[in-house]
Structures are given as structure tokens and as C-alpha cells.
């Protein structure tokens, strides 16, 4: 029997798999997936998401890609990893997973394969009325060229829309990259950073996972000083706020105890001094051990 079983869960509650069932909207977060929803149907071009790692960028693209699901007129694809060795690498990918046809994709050049979106993007756009929308995660990582691409592809538009809809969801340092490119950051018709959570987030976050996760159980698991020593260690990063719950959980199973204590999220850390995972484990933060 799973650990989460024996606690009277019917599912884990802490996995760090980007389920968006699981997803906490805080205030931030709900902020910035209403206002590129909006975006996306005014049809305005390009968003940006910035955040920390652990911040829920990953968890927010998911809940973005489950309400366009929802939409019949609304294509999309999601990009998890925008590292491309050329020009063509990305175009071509862009092509492939749009479903565009060519007669010999595989040799095409990029300049014809350039032309095959631009003719799909109206396409879909201005015949058909709907909308393309990319998303793309770790969008930091996008070379200089890769950006210039989507900064052409940008330009297709109508008098009244975008036929593009590009979402980039990234690291704080993709704000560094695009600032200097002054042609590329004009366009940005909306820019949201992510912060990580509250005192009192984090004990929301935690309570909405308990209770998805089918916790029924009228007794809190984890006690106010638990959850303050929590929010303290991880610095209110949802994944970091994630790992040391699940932590926290087996500890309790281990140990055959009922709630989850400060003492219980010490003991965690300490062992995490002792055995030296705090150099390599980005859950907790070097800061977070000093006493």
C-alpha cells in the first residue's frame, strides 16, 4: 500500500508532476493565466511569463493548455524544451507539430518552410477564424536567431489582430535576453513576473492539495508552526513547498505519528545538513539552514 493510503489519501497529494488538478492558484498565478486568456481572445500577439524556478511556471502552462482544450477555435502547441541547434531546427519543428504539409519537408530550406507557416498562419487565421497559439516552457533558453524567428512570425498579422499567439514562459533571465532586443520586447502586449508564495498561501497551497488528493479527515495534518517552518525553509516556492511536504508525509508514516509538527520539518533539514543533499537538492536554500 502506497504511503498517501495509509494516510487516508486517495491520491498522492505532493508529486511534483505538473497535474494541473493540483494546480494552487494563488493570487499571482490567477492573475497572470486571466490576463494571457484574455490576450489570447483579443488575439494580441505575445505574452510573457518570467519566474524563478519552482515558481509554478511549468503548472501554470499546463492549466493555460487545459482551458484551450476547451475551445474549438484555438490550435496550439506547446514547446517543453526550445533548444534547437539552427534556424531551420526550430522552423521545421514549428512546421512538424503544426501538421503543415511540404513535399519534401526534410529538405526543405528554411525560407520555404518560413513561407508554409506564414501561409498556414493565414490560413487558419483569416479563413477559417481561429486562432494559433505556441507556448513555449524554459523559454530562456531560445537562441538569438530562434528569436528573431518568432519575432517574423510575429509581424503576420490582419488590421484588427495577431495570427500568431505566443505565449513564452521563462526564467528571470529571458527578461535580460529580450530587453535587448528592442524590436522583439516592443511587442510584448503583456509581461507578468511570478513571486513565490505568502505565509498564508503556503498554508493555502497546502490545504488545497491535501483536500484534491480526497483527505476527509476533520484533523489538520500539518500543524501552524509546521506550515510557518515550511513557508521559512522553502521561501514560499511552490515545488520546494511540494518536495518537503512529501518529506514531511513519509516521515509521518515512518514514524507512526498523526500531525506533521515544526519539529518534524527540523528533523528534515537537519538530516539534509547531515548527509550534504543541501548542496545538490534545489529544494532547500543554503540561507535556510543557518541557525
Known amino acids: 500500500m502506497s504511503y498517501y493510503k495509509v494516510l487516508g489519501f486517495e491520491k498522492e497529494p505532493f508529486s511534483t508532476s505538473p497535474d494541473p488538478h493540483f494546480f494552487y492558484l494563488s493570487r499571482e498565478h490567477?492573475?497572470?493565466?486571466?490576463?494571457?486568456?484574455?490576450?489570447?481572445?483579443?488575439?494580441?500577439?505575445?505574452?510573457?511569463?518570467l519566474g524563478d524556478i519552482g515558481t509554478g511556471k511549468t503548472t501554470l502552462s499546463r492549466?493555460?493548455?487545459?482551458?484551450?482544450?476547451?475551445?474549438?477555435?484555438?490550435?496550439?502547441?506547446?514547446?517543453?524544451?526550445?533548444?534547437?541547434?539552427?534556424?531551420?531546427?526550430?522552423?521545421?519543428?514549428?512546421?512538424?507539430?503544426?501538421?503543415?504539409?511540404?513535399?519534401?519537408?526534410?529538405?526543405?530550406?528554411?525560407?520555404?518552410?518560413?513561407?508554409?507557416?506564414?501561409?498556414?498562419?493565414?490560413?487558419?487565421?483569416?479563413?477559417?477564424?481561429?486562432?494559433?497559439?505556441?507556448?513555449?516552457?524554459?523559454?530562456?533558453?531560445?537562441?538569438?536567431?530562434?528569436?528573431?524567428?518568432?519575432?517574423?512570425?510575429?509581424?503576420?498579422?490582419?488590421?484588427?489582430?495577431?495570427?500568431?499567439?505566443?505565449?513564452?514562459?521563462?526564467?528571470?533571465?529571458?527578461?535580460?535576453?529580450?530587453?535587448?532586443?528592442?524590436?522583439?520586447?516592443?511587442r510584448i502586449s503583456f509581461k507578468y513576473t511570478l513571486n513565490p508564495l505568502s505565509l498564508e498561501e503556503t498554508e493555502e497551497m497546502i490545504g488545497f492539495r491535501i483536500e484534491r488528493a480526497g483527505y476527509t479527515a476533520r484533523m489538520h495534518l500539518f500543524l501552524k508552526d509546521a506550515i510557518a517552518e515550511i513557508h521559512h525553509v522553502t521561501q514560499g516556492y511552490p515545488r520546494r513547498i511540494t518536495m518537503l511536504c512529501h518529506k514531511a508525509l513519509k516521515e509521518l508514516v515512518m514514524r507512526n505519528k498523526s500531525v506533521v509538527d515544526a519539529g518534524v520539518i527540523e528533523d528534515i533539514v537537519q538530516n539534509e545538513m547531515r548527509t550534504g543533499w543541501h548542496r545538490k537538492d534545489p529544494l532547500l536554500l543554503k540561507n535556510s539552514y543557518s541557525t
Do not use: C
Not at 490567477?30 to 511569463?49: H, M
Not at 521563462?170 to 516592443?186: A, S
Open 30 to 49: 490567477e492573475q497572470a493565466l486571466t490576463n494571457t486568456i484574455i490576450e489570447l481572445r483579443l488575439r494580441r500577439g505575445l505574452s510573457v511569463i
Open 63 to 186: 492549466k493555460l493548455i487545459q482551458e484551450l482544450k476547451s475551445r474549438r477555435d484555438v490550435i496550439f502547441h506547446i514547446i517543453l524544451d526550445p533548444t534547437f541547434e539552427s534556424e531551420r531546427d526550430f522552423l521545421y519543428s514549428l512546421a512538424r507539430n503544426f501538421q503543415i504539409s511540404l513535399n519534401d519537408m526534410s529538405g526543405a530550406m528554411s525560407l520555404d518552410i518560413r513561407e508554409a507557416l506564414e501561409k498556414f498562419l493565414f490560413q487558419k487565421g483569416v479563413t477559417e477564424n481561429q486562432s494559433v497559439v505556441l507556448i513555449i516552457d524554459e523559454a530562456q533558453k531560445l537562441s538569438d536567431r530562434s528569436l528573431e524567428m518568432l519575432r517574423v512570425l510575429l509581424n503576420y498579422e490582419t488590421n484588427e489582430y495577431k495570427l500568431l499567439q505566443l505565449v513564452l514562459l521563462g526564467q528571470t533571465e529571458l527578461h535580460e535576453k529580450i530587453i535587448h532586443i528592442p524590436n522583439f520586447f516592443d
